[in-house]
């Protein structure tokens, strides 16, 4: 686009910048790349490289506000051009009506109404700054739009007032096989989607792009009612583009035009109509109102801002200087600068926006280059994302495939069955929320991966996979975070879901017996198994509203808690229609130890192991951690492994007790045992465990 020297001169001292040659340089620093700097008799014309999303750039005074940023100038508000004309006779209210029939995609529409005007051209200083520019002067009246256009980036049409069938303007949609003969003399034909200015009988002009040709000014137009509105983007890129116009209009309504400049676009408008045309200005002016749009707000954290810049030289003081240059109104609150985005800055929402404008001020050049922090090459700087990838690669080769699952949910109605297990790893009782949620209904961050999970698997089952194992890694939401530091509020979770027929191994088929809760236990051994021994972890029932009491276990490690597995209830399964039975569990990657334990290789025994069986009674609540760990206690000589071979209940046990049978298994990597010596250690055990018959957990 090309702009004059002269004309931003109105907005801000050029001078005091520095002249062409110094802007054009401010305008590369502020991501407006200079394609070239051209005479034009006195003037000066740059030709500026202006990106999509800054529509509040493509006119003089908004490229002015770029260059007072960036020089550190005072603007130029050029007040006198936008101050309301001399006006006389019956207001603009007794002349003209304006009706929105579509207030989402018409939020605001003016109309001022001069009469009496002659036909003439634009004053000298309009056709001189246009002839910089490269446009073409045509009439008073239309000129008079085309320099606000051009002025303050607010589009403008101008209708015959004489012509509107009955004196009004209403906005609606185009009906059904209405057509509008455009500016351009082309008949189009409209479809129902389009949004249209008519009066009251005809479409009079398509909305945003182009005025119809039987509205149209002309050298005997006496009565002229000036329009400036704001459109949606999306219908006018709609229409333009189905119907192959692009106008100078429509270039600006379907990239965001700022509703706070109608009045001012108006005011001027009109200004140099009665300057040139002469006639009477009609006192006020209509004022029609669609869909209200909230004012948008930001706040820029001082943290944020180093973060992302990587430079700590900056601060708040020059933050706020910067957003005030660049017409946001700053307000500091401790580490933060909050500020009320202008109407015109359609492309700032969040707190890297505000980040991005502070840096344009400054300077990217004056950021310095670092090379990031390195431990040499494929290594990595998270050393829990290396624990997650293990994790991920062991359930792979385990037979389980991965899923991603969506982070939002309702925490009440979704993980609420998960309470118990959600205050056992720390998390808040109040969830965290998004401001914007895509879907009402799901505007909470999980904390847990269990949900999503089961509803994966439940889709899986529906589709035919009756036998489905998954596991995914992901990030939950539960922590007590700081909101300078985002990253606070995260922590990192692996949970899997088994259901069907148990499988060996992904490359095995699948084995004749249905999964069950050591199916889980297991997998969660061989999960953890770089990092803990089996006989290292410990289980600890648990009970919460998801599982199923008494099959649900805690795993701890020294007391730290890593995990939980168990099979879940009935009620989250008829949730989801799983009609088998699901085992799931979850661990917390930041709980396991971040070292792996050592590979260590031992030979095996070439001697005959001695087996020996033994069978007690103890109360049933005996936690089996308890009764290994006490087995383990005693020292057995040459004891090289036990298990749990029986657990009987019934005639001939006590009630609430439970008998147990255990397996010893005893082996000498030196020699082959005497049966005598086995049976000696065999006796000890066996006196110390008739003791816990009377036992309780």
Known sequence: MKFSLAWLNDFVDADAAGGADRIRRLLEQAGFPAQGVESAGADTVLEIEITPNRPDAMNH???????????????????SSFAEPPSEGPPASELTSVGIEVPRLCRRFGARVVRGIHSAPAPGRVRERFAAIGAKPISAAVDATNYALWDIGQPLHAFDLDRLRGGRVVVRKARK????????????????????????????????????LETAVTERTANVLLEAAWWDPLAIRRTSRRLGMHTDASHRFERGADPGAIPEGLNLAARILLESAGGTLAPGWIDARGQNESPRRATLRLSRLRLISGDGRLDLDFAEEALSRLGFSPARRGKRVAVSVPSHRRDVSIEDDLVEEVLRVYGYDKIPSRLPPASGGGGYLEPLAVVERLLSDRAAASGLFETVAYPFLDRAGEEGPFEAWLAETGATREPLSIANPLDEGRRNLRATLLPGLLDALSRNVRHGHR???????????????????????????????????????WSLPAAARHADFFDAKGLVETLLAPWA????LSWQPFTAEAFTQG?????????????????????????????EAVFAGELLIEAIPPERSPVRFEPYSPYPPVEADISFSHAREKWWSEIEAFVRAHELADLESFRVLDRYQGPGVPEG????????VFRSSERTLEQEAVNREVERLARRLGALQNERH
């Open 657 to 664: 007790q439970v008998k147990t049978t255990i397996r010893l």
């Open 177 to 212: 096989g209405e057509t509008l003969v455009t500016l351009d003399g082309v008949e189009r034909a409209l479809e129902p989607s389009d949004v249209v200015v008519a009066d009251a009988e005809r479409a009079v002009s398509l909305a945003g792009i182009m005025g119809g």
């Open 467 to 505: 036998s489905a194992a998954l596991f995914e890694a992901g990030r939950v939401f539960a922590r007590p975070g700081d909101p300078d530091l985002p990253e606070s509020f995260e922590a990192r979770r692996f949970a899997f879901a088994l259901s069907g027929d148990a499988r060996l191994d």
């Open 551 to 579: 099959a649900t276990a805690l795993v701890k490690i020294g007391g730290r808690l890593l995990g939980i597995v168990g099979v879940i209830g009935e009620m989250e399964r008829e949730k989801r229609k799983l009609s």
């Open 533 to 536: 021994a089996p006989r290292e």
């Open 61 to 79: 005074r908004g490229l002015a506000r770029e260059i007072a940023a960036m020089a550190g100038l005072e603007g130029k508000n050029a007040p």
